[in-house]
């Protein structure tokens, strides 16, 4: 069956440090992949995604992801945390051998992303 | 501004009174969607739509209804609201209705409260 998996609830991390979002799937073809981040109030915005090519994408706002085939993961990065950073974040893929011709998107159950001053 | 619009953006209603929570987008997007948010679910989806008539199922369609009789619009029906339809409502759209290539647009949400 497909689905994705975030295994943390809540990441905290100190402004300035690097910070990792892990997001791992399961589906039966190439996935597509992308992530999403949530701010307080507000709806979901896209920030990167992979289709196909270089594993290693990059985003919005200076994160990057990066598809990994064979552990089947997709882990948010970024060098340097900002305050503002601070969201909650979605993981979602797309099978494109699943729900047909659809635009059906699986999404992780999110993480929260908590930067420190 | 390319943006998908979501209203109300809060409802308080009480079980049984039918309401409808409205989606609208500007950006020609043949793709629309809804989703409800839950905690510790993540987001589900409810309804999509593929084209203007097209409307499918998604994962949680039960007590839901939609309608798109213009590419722009995609409202969302709940005929007989109960509480365990209390939860955060999201409208998405996208350019293309499949294989998926392109990222979805969401709007701002309904945080729907039924009694």
Known sequence: ?117 | EAQVTQNPRYLITVTGKKLTVTCSQNMNHEYMSWYRQDPGLGLRQIYYSMNVEVTDKGDVPEGYKVSRKEKRNFPLILESPSPNQTSLYFCASSLDPGPGLHEQYFGPGTRLTVT
């Open chain 1, 1 to 117: 069956a497909q689905s994705v998996a975030q295994p943390e609830d809540q990441v905290n991390v100190a402004e300035g440090n690097p910070l990792t979002v892990k997001c791992t799937y399961s589906v039966s073809g190439n996935p597509y992949l992308f992530w999403y981040v949530q701010y307080p109030n507000r709806g979901l915005q896209f920030l990167l995604k992979y289709i196909t090519g270089d594993n290693l994408v990059k985003g919005s706002y200076g994160f990057e992801a990066e598809f990994n085939k064979s552990q089947t993961s997709f882990h948010l990065k970024k060098p340097s945390a900002l305050v503002s950073d601070s969201a909650l974040y979605f993981c979602a893929v797309r099978d494109p051998l699943y729900g047909g011709a659809t635009n059906k998107l699986i999404f992780g159950t999110g993480t929260l992303l908590a930067v420190q001053p």
